[in-house]
Each structure stands twice: as structure tokens, then as C-alpha cells.
């Protein structure tokens, strides 16, 4: 936006200064005799071939003066990437001014193609235009091969009179990128004239131009070109010509590089859309940036593939009923490719689908919700409002439903408290359980289960104990073995483990001496039964440890042999 606010500022400010005589094209063409119909990279362009206005990438403003004194013309481009090059431009023609409005864009590799609307301040009815075309056949880099171009100037019933023309021309790059000769036709109402010219780099910013018109008058003069100033001095017969061309804002070789980098970024983030975008945009601004186009049709592969992927992905789900992740992958191929028509058709096919499928499950939700099977009913709620999320109407069942079930589990929690009074374990569990599978996270049911494995683990340290008071000490063991594995820091369980094992150890040494009469006789499948008795009494015990180990790597052994 400030590119083209300071592009119409300065030919405004300007515009009141242009008042010599015309060489309106600049410097550098009327040093080289006025031959550059075909290859004029200057916004000067707007008044020899408006075509050549597309081979400028960037905003750029440019005067011509006659010895710095007088102002040809001034002229400023803006370029719009995937749009072209629009130029303005004010020009004087002896008693009166000229204003002309440009534009010039590439048609492909090859060609250019541009025109112009041109007016006379002072002359009714002057209205006139201007159009041109070129070709350029690049070898190795852009400043190489084959040019040629034409174009007619100021085509109206007044303008003749005003350096209207037609203008033809071709150009070869001798040394590429150095040396460029060129010739021309021009008609005016002048005349028709042959013009030679030639142009050539003598250091990396410093270029010699030459010209003759009919092998009768010679011009000549030189240019400076960095990449923030182009000055131009041309002298003939008709004088000295000085001219300037400045960039507006970004350069294009910035823009380039800018939207390269963001292009990179894009890509880092599997945005390949906007890669695509950005590295198209990198190559706008360079047409010989192989880099940004190679990048763009990578993404642009990627995109496709994705696009391929996720179409066949919604296939699928549609197929399966799953409508909720097939609207999801036909949304994302419309993100990715906003004109993808079969995506844009698929959503519109699946919509009437989802709604009848949406309709069914809350039919069935309402039946489960009357059965008081709640949580099939809100498991039913839950499925239609994945499919359809802005449904308001699934939203309001289940409110209503969550209500209800908050009365149902405060009558189930009372049912359990009674059998857990009672001592009924067995169906307190079972209410406790119910109430999480409707609420997981009910602080109640978590506490009441709690409560009901501390009196499952007192009735079995009791039921420990009368075994122990009944001699039948190996039971209470494994017994209390069992508890103490599901609750480890329970005091009294360790404690009562320990009494056992202490009243049992006589016979850790009888179970040992046994599995050993076993293990001899190499049976050692009942050994390691009685050595495990041992453990179990004496988890530390060598000579058990030592002998199982064995035991089992022979059993081992044998298995392998069979």
C-alpha cells in the first residue's frame, strides 16, 4: 500500500515540471539511438513499447531531463505479483503535456504484451493508445539469446503530430549478460528511419551505449546500475539527455528473497498451501529464480498427494457412516484447494446423510432416556453431537439428561451405603461401580469402594487368624501372602505374615530337605513345588534360591531336548 501511495505521490508532485522537448524514453535508449524497442528494462519503457514494462519487478520512478535542466518525461511503475507491471507516466510535447496510463505482463516464458491510454492536456479530444509486444529467447541466463519486439505509439487522430509511431526491432547478446547489438525500424510522421545500436558492460556496474539513426547521425553515452540508482548520459545531435531511475520501497531481489523464506517457514510447518504461494510469489519477483519454482512444484506435489489422501480418507468414513471425520476431511481438501470440486460435492452429499443419521440416534437416545437406561442414552446423545456439533437440540437432552442422572445417583450412592451398613460388600460394590460408570469421577463412589475394600481385607485378616488358631498355619499363610501383595502397607497384615512364617520355619527346613530327595531323583518339577513352600516361609532362604534356579534350567533343558 505505501509502494503505491509514494508511486502516485510522486508523479503528482512532478507532474507540474514536465516541459522541454521530448526524449521521453531515457538516457540509455537515446544513447543507444533509440533501438531498445525490444529490450527496455525502464519505466521509460511507458513511451517506446509498453511490453517492456514487464520485465520490471518492483516499484521504480524515473525522470529524463535535458542537461538537468529540463524534464522530458517522468514515469513510475508499481508491480503486483500474478497481475504485472502498471505504470503512470507525464511526458512533454512542445506546447502541451502528455499523460499516460500503462500496463504490461507476461503472457508466458517467451513473451510480453503491454499497452497504454495516452491524453493531451491542452488538445480536445486526444485521446490515444499505445500498445506493444515482446519475445526474448534466453539461453543459459535472462541476459542471453534472442530478442525482438514491437509496438505502435500514440495511436489516435491527433497524436501523429505528437511522436506518434510504429516501432520494430531484434536484438542478440553477443557475450552474455556483457555485450547486447541491436537494430531497429522506426515510422513516424517524420519519416522511417534503420537504427543500429549496441550496449556493453565495461565493469559490473558500469555500461557504454552507442548509436546511429541511418548510418547518418551517431549518439552515445553510458549508465551506472546499482541496485538502488540507475543514472544514464546519452549525448548526440540533438543534445545531452540525463536520466534517473530510483526504486519505490522493497526491491524485487528483497521481495524475492522475503517471500522465499516465508515460503521455507510455510513448508517447516506442513502448511504446503501457503509454501506454494510464497515460493510462486519468491519467483514473480525473479523470473530465473529456479530455486523458488523448484520448491513451489515440490509443495504444490505435496499438496496434491494430501488432497489425493484426504478424499480418499472421506471416502472411507462416509462409507463407514463415521460422517463427523469425513466432513472433516473434505473440509481440509477445501482448505487446501479451495476450488476442489469433487470435495465441494462430497459435503454437499454427505449433509443429508448425517442429518437422517443425526435423527435416528437421538430417536434412540429418547427411547434408552424412557427405559432409564441412562448411560446408553447418553453415550447415544454424545454419538449425534459428534456428528453434528451445532446441534442445540441433542445439547438440551443432555442437560436434561445429566440432571436426571444426578437425582439417579444420589438414590443409588443411599442404596449403597445401606448394604455397605449391612456388611452386604458383594452389592455395595456392585451400586458403587454403577455410579462411576454414569459419573467416572464421583468422589462418593470412589470413597465408598475404598471403604469396601478395607472391609473385604479386615474379614479376610479375620478369617487369617482363625485359620492360624485352627493349626492351619500354611493357609494363613498363602492367605495372608495374598493380602499383603494387594495392600503392601498394611501394618497388621505384616505383622501377622511374620508370626506365621516364625511358626512355620521347622517346616521351611522339612520342605527344603524333601525338594532336594526330588531333585535327586531328578524329579525336579515337584522339587521346585516344595522349594517354592520354602520361600514362601523364608523368602531369603540360600539353599531354596540356589537349588529352584537349578531345577528350572534342567526342566529348561529337557523341554529343549524333546
Known sequence: MRNRTTFILAIAFLVSAATAQAQHTGGNDYAAGGSSVMWHA??????????????????????????????????????????????????????????????ARRIDSEYIAGGSLNILSKISGSLSYSFGI????????????????????????????????????????????????????????????????????????????????????????????????????????????????????????????KHYQLGMSALSKQD??????????????????????????????????????????????????????????????????????????SLARIGPKRELLVRQLIAAGDSLKTRRDLNSARQTYTRALDIDPDNSSIVERLSELEASERGTIRQILSRAKTFADKNQLDEAQQEYERVQSLDPGNAAARSGLAAVRSKRIAAEIEQGKALSNEGRFFDALLLFSDILARDENNGEVAVQLQIVRDTLQSEADNYYKIGLQN?????????????????????????????????????????RLR
Open 42 to 103: 525502464s519505466p521509460g519503457a511507458l513511451f517506446l513499447n509498453p511490453a517492456e514494462l514487464a520485465r520490471i519487478r518492483q516499484s521504480e520512478f524515473h525522470l529524463s531531463t535535458d542537461r538537468l535542466s529540463d524534464l522530458y518525461s517522468l514515469s513510475a511503475t508499481h508491480f503486483e505479483p500474478f497481475v504485472g507491471t502498471f505504470a503512470l507516466g507525464v511526458a512533454n510535447y512542445g506546447s502541451t503535456e502528455g499523460f499516460s496510463l500503462g500496463y
Open 134 to 257: 515482446s519475445m526474448h529467447l534466453p539461453d543459459d541466463i535472462p541476459e542471453s539469446g534472442y530478442h525482438a519486439g514491437f509496438s505502435a505509439i500514440n495511436i489516435g487522430p491527433n497524436f501523429p503530430h505528437y511522436h506518434g509511431s510504429l516501432n520494430a526491432g531484434a536484438a542478440y547478446w553477443i557475450a552474455p549478460g556483457d555485450l547486447r547489438a541491436q537494430a531497429a525500424w522506426q515510422k513516424n510522421s517524420v519519416g522511417h528511419a534503420m537504427i543500429l545500436g549496441a550496449e556493453v558492460r565495461v565493469v559490473s556496474s558500469l555500461w557504454l551505449q552507442t548509436g546511429t539513426r541511418a548510418l547518418k547521425s551517431l549518439t552515445g553515452g553510458f549508465s551506472v546500475r546499482t541496485s538502488y540508482l540507475h543514472a544514464q548520459l546519452g549525448a548526440g545531435k540533438q543534445g545531452i539527455v540525463f536520466s534517473l531511475t530510483l526504486p519505490i520501497g522493497e526491491q524485487a531481489t528483497a521481495l524475492r528473497d
Open 272 to 345: 504446503f498451501r501457503d509454501a506454494r504461494e510464497r515460493f510462486l510469489i519468491s519467483s514473480e519477483y525473479d523470473e530465473a529464480s529456479a530455486n523458488a519454482r523448484t520448491m513451489a512444484q515440490q509443495a504444490s506435489a505435496t499438496l496434491d498427494s494430501l488432497v489425493v489422501r484426504y478424499l480418499r480418507q472421506g471416502k472411507t468414513f462416509e462409507a463407514r457412516n463415521n460422517f463427523l471425520k469425513a466432513i472433516r476431511r473434505y473440509r481440509r481438501v477445501v482448505q487446501l484447494q479451495p476450488d476442489n470440486n469433487e470435495a465441494h460435492a
Open 519 to 559: 531333585y535327586v531323583r531328578e524329579e525336579y518339577k515337584a522339587a521346585m513345588e516344595y522349594w517354592d513352600k520354602v520361600l514362601l516361609i523364608d523368602p531369603t532362604h540360600r539353599g531354596a534360591l540356589e537349588y529352584r534356579k537349578r531345577a528350572d534350567e534342567k526342566l529348561k533343558a529337557l523341554e
